[in-house]
Structure formats: C-alpha cells, structure tokens
C-alpha cells in the first residue's frame, strides 16, 4: 500500500537531495525535490519510512533506552507539522500517510495536538510518512551557498532570519501555546525569498502539564 498510494498527492516526488536519519532532529524524513502537478511549481518533499523508523533507535545520535525508536517522534512531527500556521513556520500544503490514504487512521489529531499522544501507538507502521511543504533549503545548506566576499549583506540576511525564528518561537509560546523542544539549526528552513522558517515538531510539547504543573509533557520527558 506504501509507495503506490503515493499517487494520491497532487505532486511529483523527485530526487532525493537529504538522507533520513542525518542528524538527531530530522526524525527520519529525507528531503526530495518535488513539484506541483497543478501548474508545475517547486515545492519540497519529506518523506519518512515508517518500517525504518521503526527499527531505527533513539541512540542512533547517543545513549538512550533501545526500546525507543524514531516512530513516535516522527508520527507527532507529521500530525503536528499541518496545524502550526504562521508566516515564520514552514508552509505545509498536503500531508500523506500511505497507511491511510482516506484518511481513515485512528490517530486522533486533535489529542496528539493537546498533548496526549497515546493514539499514535496504534498506527500501522508499513507504509510511508510524506509531508509537502513550499520550497525550502535546511539553513545549513543556505549558510553553505553564501559569498564569503559579502560580509555586511550576509550579516543583514542572517540578523533578518533571527527575528523571523524569534517571532516563530513568540507565537509557539504565546499563541499557540507550545514549546518547540527540538530548536536547533537543523530544525530552520529558507525558502527562495530568504525568509527562515521554523519545523520539525518532534518534541513539540503544550505548555503545562495534565497535574496542572509548569514542566512538559510525558512525551517530551521520554524522547528528550
């Protein structure tokens, strides 16, 4: 069911330009080319195989319990990635879970969303995870493609993409209510325009816990 139900997207999935499993803060998804079957436009892909997240441990990156794998992180991150909606997050424009092409699946969205992340346990785990987003770089790419000679110009750039994270972080906190929990420079994107954006909400957790108390939630007590 995984790779054909893919068709299902209305975009074309090209190369891959990022592996899975690069860094701690990628939860498993590759990054590919893709564009849009509607007028042809370049949108970026992230795809995740479920089954390898599934084998694939926590302390890849480090110490950690083996009974933890990277599938409950990536499941949050993916039901999360489509509700955060803010000019300095990246863009979602269509989600996919090859599981469940109709969409039948019995994560409940709106719990994980609140914090409680038990339905995800029950998720098939043969398919794949794709997440269409607009087109983006990972800001290590962006800091890589820089003209050393433009010194002033780079600082300008750098400053601007430091307050666009700084007013993501603002309506996460303020706003939505949440604690990213993974910010890093693998979890910042920048799109064609230069504008950064924040992603990856694999430890996104609510601000408070069930008890009423100031810290975070089970989930993010257990991946962190």
């Known amino acids: 069911m995984g790779n054909s139900a893919s068709a299902a997207l209305p975009y074309k999935i090209g190369d ?6 690069r860094n701690p803060y990628t939860a498993g998804y590759a990054i590919h080319k893709a564009t849009s079957n509607s007028d042809n436009s370049n949108v970026t892909a992230f795809k995740a195989s479920k089954p390898d997240l599934v084998k694939t441990p926590l302390d890849k990156f480090g110490p950690k319990d083996p ?7 990536a ?4 039901y999360r990635s489509k509700t955060i909606l803010h000019p300095n997050v990246l863009k979602v424009h269509a989600l996919l879970d090859t599981d469940y092409p109709n969409q039948e699946s019995p994560v409940n969205a709106s719990a994980v969303n609140a914090g409680n992340l038990s339905s995800l346990e029950a998720s098939a785990t043969t398919g794949e995870l794709i997440i269409i987003t607009e087109e983006c770089m990972p800001l ?3 800091l890589s493609s820089l003209d050393s000679a433009n ?12 307050l666009c994270i700084l007013q993501a972080l603002t309506f996460l906190h303020q706003n939505a209510k949440l604690a990213h929990g993974a910010l890093s ?5 920048v799109t064609r325009s230069g504008d950064f954006k924040l992603f990856y909400y694999t430890l996104a957790t609510p601000i408070g816990i069930e008890d009423g108390g100031g810290g975070p939630t089970a989930h993010f007590r257990k991946f962190e």
């Open 16 to 21: 891959q330009t990022h592996p899975p499993f």
């Open 67 to 73: 009974s933890y794998t990277q599938i409950l992180p």
């Open 75 to 78: 499941l949050q991150h993916f």
């Open 140 to 142: 290590e790419d962006w």
């Open 151 to 162: 010194v002033e110009q780079n600082s300008n750039m750098l400053a601007y993409g430091i």
């Open 185 to 189: 420079p693998h979890s910042i994107f």
